[in-house]
């Protein structure tokens, strides 16, 4: 066993041995061009673009498979790629090597109606299939925002807004197949709904992160599209009255499918973006899934408990346009931030704290977003006590840039103190590495000697989640 | 690193040199007795008791640290004991070694109940935790049927009952602390509800069976007690028609909190055992939780996909004393079926399918008894696929232990090809080791790596899980 390749001993050697190979094997399906290079090493964040030397396009497992032996003999790091939308720096390249782009890997391959599965190939994103699934009733709930792939989404363990109600990646993913370091395939789990038979490598292999294996394939647990879905909007006073509002919620155990918060800030970006009135104060934006009774005195229940916390006023509605227009503002929310600040580059970061500790998390934030000279509107997936900063920088800004680093510095550290993650969604990339042992002391050592176990040479997705 | 202790390699020295030390330590908690011994590795099950050579009653997560310190030291094995509910000879020393039982670390350690969190100690059971719970409107809904402990449960990944709505162990832990092999003591996971900071270390203890690290606290995520429970009860012409109406049930999206299938041989053995009178055709016992108009809506729903299947009549209630009558037959399965033979022995045995092989398995499950002459009704947890057959034998009757055999392992095999797992919930102990390999191929290597990763020496609880 060599010694794992690092930023220091990489040897450009072996990827000039090993693209010939990969350009017989797979002609024009492997791609050297620079713009094309670069557009894999890119990452919608502010981490500089890291290209690999080369893109292969896999059509198969056995595509995946031809790679990961090749890059292996020649010690050439492999990177995955999906459709390029994880914010931590996950599919740089910091030491190169070949990128394997799934985008061609997009196919529905069984859907059991009866068993509310499904499994697909990993490059489909999660928009895709649900178009597909539609006219059985059927759809996968994770949403993240981004029109991401599922094999990205497993390999980062997203989640988003849908997650208080339907859980995460970790909570969707039936049985995975996976191309490991040693180029064998395996599949991690029957198709049953629960198993007990030995370690849960499934849970193992979603958000690593491409760094322990390469998913070709995913079994995903399906829900039936609700009878009935009605969506909700309500201004509240303070943060802290809004997220009082959240826990009661969730503990009077009413089965909110979407449950988000928009600070005051990211209120008036709304209306300046989409020529709205709302009040410009903290507010929750609310969806129920349900039979027509079921999710009407669920909002209603709702709506007692916000007028309780002075909240309101609380406006509903079962109707798809009116639906719509109640969510506008949520929808808006991303382009709307943006548009406070004209030239400006975003950035966005996520953290995850105790319900409990919410409302105090968000508002030291909002303090420190104060103190530090900064534009960062903030929305939260607050009923898992999970919420996003869109960092407004002016590029050229060296000096904001500065703080702005300082900021993601306490920020992460003022969720992990508050014993929460540094990561509630987005995963650890290179972005988040340097927090890691903050947050989990010795279990990173755990980590790093199942990476060591199972990836020897460190070829799998290198320099990331590991300092 | 020395070679893995194995059967052959087994060397008395150690553990001659490591009781004194433990002794000293530990004093009268250190019991060397073979009465209790003996305790510690008995199991419930047909797999014969193989008794540690020590047994530690831990009182602290520092007492197991020093135990294995000590055992390390010496290359003594270590077997967690929580109160011996495993069914799969889990407990069993077949290498001899140290039993740490949990029973002295039963404490609530916190309880948040904005964050629906908890952390208890390992050695508490599920019924002692609810009864602390009661008061705060709160309860941990996993049902195993056993009043076993939460570490035990975290260990092999249980579930039972609840699990069609609530999860398994999987799905409602946050975080782990717990002692590795090398003596670390790690936390796996912040309390945040969900992160995605790097691997999921917790989600890799849970079901690893002891083999891995030594649980010493558990947060668990709890429930609140619901306003309504409704229950019903419901006779089928056949398990056919009763699968069907589960799966109608489940795809409907009616959130059923337990959904519990009788064949007719344990309702005969139910209505002999509890002097009833019902129909001995295969039953289904249902439970609603939710608002009192939820529960009744879901059950009416239920009753009418149950008619068109040709089932009922479909009895249902709100009221405490008429649920409990209406589940006595359920509550009493176990009883009931040991009342079918007088003096036999009995074990139980549990594989899962996907729903829409159950009928299939559990038929060909019943026919494969008969055509083996042996006594097995059947009990399941249909909404996940999952069923139990309590094998009830003539403890004296070699032939017929041998056809026992047999039936076992038709029965996971017959699983397995169903694109099942021979295990749903028991876990792999040393029952079901030479069935893993048939069900999941190279991912059990992948398993072996990170056993030998993180227990180079092989001292966590060996002889279980792999052959």
Redesign the interface.
């Given at each position: 066993m060599a010694a794992p390749l690092t930023r220091q001993s990489r040897n450009d050697s072996g990827i000039h041995l090993a693209v010939p190979i990969l350009k017989q094997r797979f002609g024009d399906r492997c791609e050297t061009g620079q713009a094309i290079r670069e557009q894999h090493g890119h990452t919608t964040t502010w981490i500089p673009t890291e290209a690999p030397d080369a893109v292969v396009f896999a059509e198969s497992a056995d595509d995946v498979t031809a790679v990961v032996d090749i890059c292996r003999e020649h010690g050439v790091p492999i990177v995955p790629f999906g459709v390029g939308t994880s914010l931590e720096g996950h599919v740089n390249a910091p030491l190169g090597g070949v990128c394997i782009d799934f985008s061609r890997m997009n196919r529905v391959l069984h859907v059991?109606?009866?068993?509310?599965?499904c499994t697909v190939e990993p490059g489909i994103t999660r928009k895709a299939l649900n178009a597909y699934l539609r006219d059985r009733g059927l759809f996968f709930p994770i949403d993240p925002g981004a029109d991401a792939t599922i094999g990205g989404m497993c390999a980062?363990?997203?989640?988003g807004t849908n997650?208080v109600r339907y859980?995460?990646m970790?909570?969707n993913v039936i049985s995975l197949e996976a191309v490991?370091a040693n180029g064998?395939?395996?599949?991690?789990?029957?198709?049953?709904?629960?198993?007990?038979?030995?370690?849960?490598?499934t849970?193992?292999l979603?958000?690593?992160e491409g760094t322990?294996g390469i998913i070709t394939a995913v079994t995903l647990k399906l829900?039936?599209i609700?009878?009935a879905i009605s969506a909700a909007v309500c201004p509240f006073p303070s943060v802290e009255a809004a997220c009082q509002a959240t826990?009661a919620t969730?503990?009077?155990?009413i089965?909110v499918a979407r449950i988000e918060l928009l600070d005051a800030l990211q209120m008036k970006a709304v209306n300046a973006h989409s020529k709205l009135d709302l009040a410009e104060t903290p507010t929750l934006f609310l969806e129920f899934h349900?039979?027509a009774?079921?999710v009407a005195?669920d909002s209603e229940a709702v709506a007692a408990i916000a007028e309780d916390l002075g909240g309101g006023p609380f406006h509903f509605s079962t109707r798809a346009e009116e639906r719509t227009r109640l969510w506008q503002a949520r929808h808006d929310a991303y382009f709307a931030a943006i548009g406070l600040r004209a030239g400006c580059t975003v950035f966005s970061t996520d953290v995850?704290?105790?319900?409990?500790r919410l409302a105090e998390c968000v508002e030291e934030t909002r303090a420190d977003l104060e103190v530090l000279d900064l534009i960062g509107p903030i929305v939260g997936h607050v009923g898992?006590?999970?919420f996003h900063v869109l960092i407004l920088m002016d590029p050229e800004d060296m000096a904001e840039r500065d703080r702005a680093s300082e900021f993601l510095e306490r920020l992460a550290k003022r969720?992990?103190d508050m014993?929460?993650?540094?990561?509630?969604?987005?995963?650890?990339g290179q972005g988040?590495m340097k927090?890691?042992r903050r947050?989990?002391?010795?279990?990173?050592?755990?980590?790093r000697?199942?990476k060591?176990?199972?990836d020897p040479d460190g070829l799998l997705n290198p320099g990331k989640?590991f300092q």
């Amino acid at each position: 066993m060599a010694a794992p390749l690092t930023r220091q001993s990489r040897n450009d050697s072996g990827i000039h041995l090993a693209v010939p190979i990969l350009k017989q094997r797979f002609g024009d399906r492997c791609e050297t061009g620079q713009a094309i290079r670069e557009q894999h090493g890119h990452t919608t964040t502010w981490i500089p673009t890291e290209a690999p030397d080369a893109v292969v396009f896999a059509e198969s497992a056995d595509d995946v498979t031809a790679v990961v032996d090749i890059c292996r003999e020649h010690g050439v790091p492999i990177v995955p790629f999906g459709v390029g939308t994880s914010l931590e720096g996950h599919v740089n390249a910091p030491l190169g090597g070949v990128c394997i782009d799934f985008s061609r890997m997009n196919r529905v391959l069984h859907v059991h109606d009866e068993d509310l599965t499904c499994t697909v190939e990993p490059g489909i994103t999660r928009k895709a299939l649900n178009a597909y699934l539609r006219d059985r009733g059927l759809f996968f709930p994770i949403d993240p925002g981004a029109d991401a792939t599922i094999g990205g989404m497993c390999a980062t363990r997203a989640s988003g807004t849908n997650a208080v109600r339907y859980g995460t990646m970790r909570d969707n993913v039936i049985s995975l197949e996976a191309v490991m370091a040693n180029g064998e395939k395996i599949t991690t789990a029957s198709r049953a709904k629960k198993s007990s038979a030995g370690y849960d490598i499934t849970r193992l292999l979603i958000g690593s992160e491409g760094t322990l294996g390469i998913i070709t394939a995913v079994t995903l647990k399906l829900s039936g599209i609700p009878e009935a879905i009605s969506a909700a909007v309500c201004p509240f006073p303070s943060v802290e009255a809004a997220c009082q509002a959240t826990i009661a919620t969730i503990q009077s155990g009413i089965p909110v499918a979407r449950i988000e918060l928009l600070d005051a800030l990211q209120m008036k970006a709304v209306n300046a973006h989409s020529k709205l009135d709302l009040a410009e104060t903290p507010t929750l934006f609310l969806e129920f899934h349900g039979s027509a009774a079921g999710v009407a005195a669920d909002s209603e229940a709702v709506a007692a408990i916000a007028e309780d916390l002075g909240g309101g006023p609380f406006h509903f509605s079962t109707r798809a346009e009116e639906r719509t227009r109640l969510w506008q503002a949520r929808h808006d929310a991303y382009f709307a931030a943006i548009g406070l600040r004209a030239g400006c580059t975003v950035f966005s970061t996520d953290v995850c704290v105790p319900i409990s500790r919410l409302a105090e998390c968000v508002e030291e934030t909002r303090a420190d977003l104060e103190v530090l000279d900064l534009i960062g509107p903030i929305v939260g997936h607050v009923g898992d006590g999970n919420f996003h900063v869109l960092i407004l920088m002016d590029p050229e800004d060296m000096a904001e840039r500065d703080r702005a680093s300082e900021f993601l510095e306490r920020l992460a550290k003022r969720a992990i103190d508050m014993d929460g993650t540094c990561t509630g969604e987005h995963g650890v990339g290179q972005g988040k590495m340097k927090y890691l042992r903050r947050e989990l002391g010795g279990t990173v050592d755990v980590m790093r000697a199942i990476k060591t176990a199972l990836d020897p040479d460190g070829l799998l997705n290198p320099g990331k989640i590991f300092q």
